[in-house]
DNA sequence: GCGAAATAATAAGCAACCCTTATTATAAGG
DNA sequence: CCTTATAATAAGGGTTGCTTATTATTTCGC
Protein backbone atom coordinates (compact mmCIF):
# COMPACT_ATOMS: atom_id res chain seq x y z
CA UNK A 1 0.00 0.00 0.00
CA UNK A 2 2.65 2.81 -1.02
CA UNK A 3 1.14 6.21 -2.33
CA UNK A 4 -1.90 5.11 -3.11
CA UNK A 5 -3.42 7.71 -1.04
CA UNK A 6 -2.16 11.10 -0.28
CA UNK A 7 -3.70 12.71 3.15
CA UNK A 8 -2.71 16.51 2.00
CA UNK A 9 -4.87 16.41 -1.05
CA UNK A 10 -7.04 19.80 -0.92
CA UNK A 11 -10.08 17.38 -0.15
CA UNK A 12 -8.63 16.14 3.19
CA UNK A 13 -7.09 19.46 4.08
CA UNK A 14 -10.32 21.69 3.67
CA UNK A 15 -11.70 19.41 6.30
CA UNK A 16 -9.44 19.58 8.69
CA UNK A 17 -8.82 23.35 8.46
CA UNK A 18 -12.61 23.79 8.40
CA UNK A 19 -12.73 21.50 11.73
CA UNK A 20 -9.67 23.30 13.31
CA UNK A 21 -11.29 26.66 12.47
CA UNK A 22 -14.24 25.83 13.82
CA UNK A 23 -12.80 24.43 16.96
CA UNK A 24 -10.60 27.64 16.92
CA UNK A 25 -13.84 30.00 16.89
CA UNK A 26 -15.30 28.27 19.93
CA UNK A 27 -12.42 28.36 21.79
CA UNK A 28 -12.17 32.47 21.36
CA UNK A 29 -15.73 33.11 21.79
CA UNK A 30 -16.12 31.30 25.23
CA UNK A 31 -13.06 33.33 26.18
CA UNK A 32 -14.67 36.77 25.21
CA UNK A 33 -17.66 35.15 27.53
CA UNK A 34 -20.37 35.52 24.14
CA UNK A 35 -21.14 31.75 24.68
CA UNK A 36 -22.26 31.19 20.92
CA UNK A 37 -20.97 28.04 18.93
CA UNK A 38 -19.75 28.78 15.42
CA UNK A 39 -23.23 27.70 14.14
CA UNK A 40 -25.43 30.13 15.60
CA UNK A 41 -22.89 32.76 15.09
CA UNK A 42 -23.16 32.27 11.46
CA UNK A 43 -27.09 32.39 11.80
CA UNK A 44 -26.66 35.39 13.29
CA UNK A 45 -24.54 36.93 11.16
CA UNK A 46 -26.73 35.81 8.57
CA UNK A 47 -29.68 37.15 10.24
CA UNK A 48 -28.02 40.67 10.40
CA UNK A 49 -26.75 40.69 7.10
CA UNK A 50 -30.62 39.81 5.74
CA UNK A 51 -32.43 42.00 7.50
CA UNK A 52 -36.07 41.52 8.63
CA UNK A 53 -35.80 38.17 6.66
CA UNK A 54 -38.38 35.34 6.28
CA UNK A 55 -36.68 31.77 7.51
CA UNK A 56 -37.05 30.28 4.30
CA UNK A 57 -35.12 33.22 2.74
CA UNK A 58 -32.32 33.45 5.31
CA UNK A 59 -32.47 29.20 5.26
CA UNK A 60 -31.56 28.92 1.59
CA UNK A 61 -29.32 32.40 2.11
CA UNK A 62 -27.14 30.55 4.92
CA UNK A 63 -27.40 26.96 3.04
CA UNK A 64 -29.49 25.06 5.64
CA UNK A 65 -32.85 23.38 5.82
CA UNK A 66 -35.59 25.42 6.79
CA UNK A 67 -36.02 23.18 9.38
CA UNK A 68 -32.44 23.17 10.62
CA UNK A 69 -32.60 26.84 10.61
CA UNK A 70 -35.69 27.14 12.86
CA UNK A 71 -33.89 25.06 15.41
CA UNK A 72 -31.13 27.79 15.57
CA UNK A 73 -33.81 30.25 15.88
CA UNK A 74 -35.29 28.94 18.93
CA UNK A 75 -31.86 29.18 20.22
CA UNK A 76 -30.62 32.59 19.73
CA UNK A 77 -34.59 33.77 20.25
CA UNK A 78 -33.82 32.45 23.70
CA UNK A 79 -31.07 34.25 24.52
CA UNK A 80 -32.86 37.50 23.33
CA UNK A 81 -30.44 37.90 20.34
CA UNK A 82 -33.32 37.87 17.43
CA UNK A 83 -36.91 38.16 17.49
CA UNK A 84 -40.00 36.77 15.25
CA UNK A 85 -42.53 38.43 14.31
CA UNK A 86 -45.20 37.77 12.07
CA UNK A 87 -45.20 38.43 8.21
CA UNK A 88 -47.70 41.48 8.04
CA UNK A 89 -47.85 40.20 4.07
CA UNK A 90 -48.48 36.31 5.27
CA UNK A 91 -49.40 35.30 7.97
CA UNK A 92 -47.34 31.93 7.53
CA UNK A 93 -44.75 33.70 7.61
CA UNK A 94 -42.56 34.68 10.08
CA UNK A 95 -39.71 37.94 9.66
CA UNK A 96 -36.82 37.49 11.85
CA UNK A 97 -34.40 40.51 12.90
CA UNK A 98 -32.06 40.67 15.21
CA UNK A 99 -32.19 42.96 18.11
CA UNK A 100 -30.43 45.92 19.57
CA UNK A 101 -29.15 42.99 22.46
CA UNK A 102 -27.43 41.49 19.24
CA UNK A 103 -24.62 44.27 18.43
CA UNK A 104 -22.48 44.33 21.08
CA UNK A 105 -22.28 40.31 20.03
CA UNK A 106 -22.47 40.47 16.48
CA UNK A 107 -19.66 43.41 17.30
CA UNK A 108 -17.58 40.70 18.68
CA UNK A 109 -18.58 37.78 16.45
CA UNK A 110 -16.90 40.51 13.72
CA UNK A 111 -13.59 41.43 15.48
CA UNK A 112 -12.78 37.73 16.61
CA UNK A 113 -13.80 36.58 13.27
CA UNK A 114 -11.24 38.96 11.59
CA UNK A 115 -8.55 38.37 13.71
CA UNK A 116 -9.46 34.61 13.18
CA UNK A 117 -8.78 34.90 9.92
CA UNK A 118 -5.69 37.57 10.13
CA UNK A 119 -3.77 34.59 12.23
CA UNK A 120 -4.65 31.74 10.59
CA UNK A 121 -3.20 33.07 6.97
CA UNK A 122 -0.52 35.27 8.73
CA UNK A 123 1.98 33.30 7.21
CA UNK A 124 0.16 33.52 3.10
CA UNK A 125 0.70 35.98 0.74
CA UNK A 126 -2.23 38.33 0.47
CA UNK A 127 -2.62 38.09 -3.53
CA UNK A 128 -2.46 33.81 -2.33
CA UNK A 129 -4.57 34.35 0.28
CA UNK A 130 -7.20 36.23 -2.23
CA UNK A 131 -6.27 33.11 -4.99
CA UNK A 132 -7.47 30.72 -2.46
CA UNK A 133 -10.84 32.85 -1.60
CA UNK A 134 -12.12 32.41 -5.17
CA UNK A 135 -10.95 29.05 -5.86
CA UNK A 136 -12.93 28.14 -2.89
CA UNK A 137 -15.81 30.12 -3.95
CA UNK A 138 -15.61 28.14 -7.04
CA UNK A 139 -15.19 24.71 -5.98
CA UNK A 140 -18.64 26.02 -3.48
CA UNK A 141 -20.27 26.91 -7.12
CA UNK A 142 -19.33 23.91 -8.03
CA UNK A 143 -20.68 21.65 -4.95
CA UNK A 144 -23.66 23.24 -4.94
CA UNK A 145 -23.98 22.53 -8.68
CA UNK A 146 -24.15 18.66 -8.06
CA UNK A 147 -26.52 17.89 -5.49
CA UNK A 148 -29.54 16.04 -6.50
CA UNK A 149 -31.87 19.32 -5.54
CA UNK A 150 -29.91 21.80 -8.33
CA UNK A 151 -33.37 22.96 -9.45
CA UNK A 152 -33.14 25.26 -6.62
CA UNK A 153 -31.19 28.82 -7.72
CA UNK A 154 -29.14 28.61 -4.52
CA UNK A 155 -27.64 32.60 -4.02
CA UNK A 156 -24.73 30.62 -2.34
CA UNK A 157 -23.21 30.62 -5.72
CA UNK B 1 -25.89 47.18 9.73
CA UNK B 2 -24.17 47.52 6.48
CA UNK B 3 -21.26 45.80 4.92
CA UNK B 4 -20.19 44.97 8.52
CA UNK B 5 -20.06 41.27 7.29
CA UNK B 6 -18.47 39.35 4.55
CA UNK B 7 -20.24 35.96 3.82
CA UNK B 8 -17.72 35.16 1.15
CA UNK B 9 -14.23 35.10 3.61
CA UNK B 10 -11.97 32.41 3.34
CA UNK B 11 -13.04 31.14 6.71
CA UNK B 12 -16.87 30.71 5.99
CA UNK B 13 -16.16 29.16 2.62
CA UNK B 14 -14.04 26.65 4.17
CA UNK B 15 -16.79 25.58 6.25
CA UNK B 16 -19.25 25.69 3.24
CA UNK B 17 -16.81 23.42 1.04
CA UNK B 18 -16.44 21.16 3.62
CA UNK B 19 -19.89 20.57 4.08
CA UNK B 20 -20.58 20.30 1.18
CA UNK B 21 -17.94 17.81 0.25
CA UNK B 22 -18.56 15.90 3.01
CA UNK B 23 -22.49 15.45 1.84
CA UNK B 24 -20.84 15.23 -1.75
CA UNK B 25 -18.53 12.31 -0.86
CA UNK B 26 -21.03 10.18 1.06
CA UNK B 27 -23.45 10.16 -2.08
CA UNK B 28 -21.17 9.13 -4.61
CA UNK B 29 -19.88 6.43 -1.73
CA UNK B 30 -23.61 5.28 -1.44
CA UNK B 31 -24.17 5.02 -4.81
CA UNK B 32 -20.75 2.54 -5.11
CA UNK B 33 -22.24 0.82 -2.59
CA UNK B 34 -19.45 1.22 0.03
CA UNK B 35 -21.74 2.53 3.34
CA UNK B 36 -18.87 4.45 4.70
CA UNK B 37 -19.33 7.65 5.92
CA UNK B 38 -16.60 10.46 4.89
CA UNK B 39 -15.37 10.15 8.47
CA UNK B 40 -14.59 6.32 8.08
CA UNK B 41 -13.30 6.45 5.00
CA UNK B 42 -10.50 8.87 6.26
CA UNK B 43 -9.86 6.65 9.24
CA UNK B 44 -9.76 3.40 7.55
CA UNK B 45 -7.21 5.18 4.84
CA UNK B 46 -5.35 6.78 7.78
CA UNK B 47 -4.77 3.17 9.02
CA UNK B 48 -4.07 1.78 5.22
CA UNK B 49 -1.26 4.48 5.26
CA UNK B 50 0.13 4.32 8.65
CA UNK B 51 0.26 0.29 7.94
CA UNK B 52 0.25 -1.61 11.57
CA UNK B 53 0.60 1.20 14.21
CA UNK B 54 -1.07 1.79 17.61
CA UNK B 55 -4.03 3.26 18.22
CA UNK B 56 -2.70 6.18 19.54
CA UNK B 57 0.07 7.34 17.01
CA UNK B 58 -3.05 6.71 14.83
CA UNK B 59 -4.99 8.91 16.32
CA UNK B 60 -2.52 11.59 16.72
CA UNK B 61 -1.86 11.34 13.21
CA UNK B 62 -5.58 11.76 11.86
CA UNK B 63 -6.28 14.45 14.57
CA UNK B 64 -8.98 13.04 16.50
CA UNK B 65 -8.63 12.22 19.99
CA UNK B 66 -8.07 8.84 21.39
CA UNK B 67 -11.42 7.78 22.29
CA UNK B 68 -13.08 9.32 19.49
CA UNK B 69 -10.94 6.83 16.90
CA UNK B 70 -11.56 3.89 19.24
CA UNK B 71 -15.24 3.96 18.41
CA UNK B 72 -14.42 4.79 14.72
CA UNK B 73 -12.35 1.45 14.78
CA UNK B 74 -15.10 -0.53 16.12
CA UNK B 75 -17.13 0.08 13.63
CA UNK B 76 -14.53 -0.91 10.84
CA UNK B 77 -13.59 -3.34 12.80
CA UNK B 78 -17.21 -4.90 12.59
CA UNK B 79 -17.16 -4.75 9.15
CA UNK B 80 -14.09 -6.72 8.66
CA UNK B 81 -12.09 -3.66 6.92
CA UNK B 82 -9.25 -3.51 9.56
CA UNK B 83 -8.35 -5.76 12.43
CA UNK B 84 -6.63 -4.93 16.08
CA UNK B 85 -4.01 -7.25 17.19
CA UNK B 86 -2.11 -7.33 20.88
CA UNK B 87 1.16 -5.14 20.73
CA UNK B 88 4.18 -7.93 21.08
CA UNK B 89 6.15 -4.89 22.59
CA UNK B 90 3.50 -3.50 24.80
CA UNK B 91 0.40 -5.27 26.17
CA UNK B 92 -1.73 -1.99 26.96
CA UNK B 93 -1.25 -1.40 23.25
CA UNK B 94 -3.08 -2.71 20.22
CA UNK B 95 -1.95 -2.78 16.38
CA UNK B 96 -4.79 -1.87 13.94
CA UNK B 97 -3.95 -3.00 10.04
CA UNK B 98 -6.38 -3.03 7.36
CA UNK B 99 -7.62 -6.25 5.79
CA UNK B 100 -7.46 -7.79 2.56
CA UNK B 101 -10.71 -7.57 2.52
CA UNK B 102 -10.31 -3.25 3.11
CA UNK B 103 -8.53 -3.41 -0.33
CA UNK B 104 -11.16 -3.23 -2.61
CA UNK B 105 -13.05 -0.39 -0.77
CA UNK B 106 -9.56 1.27 -0.40
CA UNK B 107 -9.71 1.26 -4.09
CA UNK B 108 -13.03 2.92 -4.30
CA UNK B 109 -12.52 5.32 -2.06
CA UNK B 110 -9.10 6.55 -3.77
CA UNK B 111 -11.02 6.79 -7.40
CA UNK B 112 -13.88 8.23 -5.80
CA UNK B 113 -11.81 10.85 -4.09
CA UNK B 114 -9.83 11.36 -7.10
CA UNK B 115 -13.13 12.07 -9.36
CA UNK B 116 -14.59 14.12 -6.38
CA UNK B 117 -11.42 16.67 -6.46
CA UNK B 118 -12.05 17.05 -10.07
CA UNK B 119 -15.22 17.31 -10.97
CA UNK B 120 -14.99 19.98 -8.02
CA UNK B 121 -12.04 21.91 -9.13
CA UNK B 122 -12.67 21.50 -13.14
CA UNK B 123 -12.85 25.33 -13.22
CA UNK B 124 -9.91 25.99 -11.52
CA UNK B 125 -6.26 26.12 -13.03
CA UNK B 126 -3.89 23.64 -12.19
CA UNK B 127 -1.48 25.81 -10.78
CA UNK B 128 -3.62 28.18 -8.88
CA UNK B 129 -5.13 24.51 -7.35
CA UNK B 130 -1.59 24.09 -5.99
CA UNK B 131 -1.43 27.10 -4.45
CA UNK B 132 -4.71 26.62 -3.10
CA UNK B 133 -3.73 23.69 -1.79
CA UNK B 134 0.12 24.80 -0.32
CA UNK B 135 -2.57 27.42 1.49
CA UNK B 136 -4.78 25.00 2.74
CA UNK B 137 -1.93 22.95 4.11
CA UNK B 138 -0.08 26.87 5.92
CA UNK B 139 -3.72 27.41 7.40
CA UNK B 140 -3.69 24.11 8.89
CA UNK B 141 -0.60 24.34 10.51
CA UNK B 142 -1.02 27.61 11.81
CA UNK B 143 -4.51 26.27 13.11
CA UNK B 144 -2.78 23.02 14.96
CA UNK B 145 -0.06 25.61 16.05
CA UNK B 146 -2.87 27.61 18.38
CA UNK B 147 -4.76 24.73 20.09
CA UNK B 148 -4.15 24.69 23.91
CA UNK B 149 -2.13 21.33 23.73
CA UNK B 150 0.08 22.82 21.74
CA UNK B 151 2.54 20.38 23.39
CA UNK B 152 2.16 17.57 21.48
CA UNK B 153 4.23 17.73 18.20
CA UNK B 154 1.74 16.72 15.95
CA UNK B 155 2.43 15.34 12.57
CA UNK B 156 -0.45 17.37 11.00
CA UNK B 157 1.89 19.75 9.97
C1' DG C 1 -66.52 31.57 -4.08
C1' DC C 2 -64.40 27.09 -3.05
C1' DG C 3 -61.85 23.06 -3.02
C1' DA C 4 -57.10 21.38 -4.35
C1' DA C 5 -52.42 22.15 -4.36
C1' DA C 6 -48.53 24.75 -2.85
C1' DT C 7 -46.00 27.06 0.86
C1' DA C 8 -44.13 28.68 5.81
C1' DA C 9 -42.93 27.12 9.90
C1' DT C 10 -42.28 23.41 13.13
C1' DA C 11 -42.62 18.76 15.79
C1' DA C 12 -40.19 14.60 16.07
C1' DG C 13 -36.56 11.84 15.43
C1' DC C 14 -32.15 10.36 13.62
C1' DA C 15 -27.18 10.30 11.89
C1' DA C 16 -22.39 11.88 11.73
C1' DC C 17 -18.65 13.72 14.14
C1' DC C 18 -16.03 14.90 17.97
C1' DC C 19 -15.21 15.84 22.82
C1' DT C 20 -14.42 15.19 28.05
C1' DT C 21 -14.13 12.46 32.18
C1' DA C 22 -13.44 8.31 34.50
C1' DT C 23 -11.84 3.41 34.51
C1' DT C 24 -8.96 -0.66 33.66
C1' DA C 25 -4.80 -2.91 32.46
C1' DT C 26 -0.15 -2.61 31.96
C1' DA C 27 4.52 -0.47 32.03
C1' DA C 28 8.27 2.16 33.94
C1' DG C 29 10.85 4.77 37.37
C1' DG C 30 12.40 5.83 41.94
C1' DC D 1 7.28 -2.30 45.59
C1' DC D 2 4.78 1.37 44.94
C1' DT D 3 3.78 5.53 42.66
C1' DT D 4 3.14 7.50 38.39
C1' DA D 5 2.42 7.42 33.52
C1' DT D 6 0.41 5.42 29.46
C1' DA D 7 -2.97 2.58 26.08
C1' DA D 8 -7.37 1.65 25.30
C1' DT D 9 -12.20 2.13 26.35
C1' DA D 10 -16.85 2.81 28.92
C1' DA D 11 -20.09 6.38 29.53
C1' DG D 12 -22.19 10.37 28.29
C1' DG D 13 -22.70 14.89 26.03
C1' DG D 14 -22.82 18.57 22.51
C1' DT D 15 -22.88 20.57 17.73
C1' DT D 16 -24.35 20.37 13.15
C1' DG D 17 -27.41 19.01 9.93
C1' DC D 18 -30.87 16.00 7.77
C1' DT D 19 -35.65 13.80 6.64
C1' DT D 20 -40.50 13.04 7.30
C1' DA D 21 -44.86 14.43 8.79
C1' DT D 22 -48.12 18.12 10.55
C1' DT D 23 -50.44 22.55 10.93
C1' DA D 24 -51.74 26.97 9.33
C1' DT D 25 -52.26 29.74 5.66
C1' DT D 26 -52.22 31.24 0.84
C1' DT D 27 -53.03 30.75 -4.03
C1' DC D 28 -54.74 28.86 -8.08
C1' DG D 29 -58.09 26.50 -11.05
C1' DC D 30 -62.59 26.10 -11.95
Known sequence: M???FDSDTISFLISDVARLLR???DRRTSNV???LTPGEARILVGAARAGPVRQTVLAERVGLEAMTLSTYLD???ER???SRMADPADRRAKLVQVTDAAEAVLDDIARIGTELRTDMSATIDPAQLEEIR???HQMRVCLIAMRPDCSKG???A
Do not use: W
Request: hydrophobic share 35%; glycine share 20%; charged share 25%.
Open 2 to 4: PAK
Open 23 to 25: SEF
Open 33 to 35: GIG
Open 75 to 77: RLE
Open 80 to 82: GLL
Open 134 to 136: QGL
Open 154 to 156: SSK
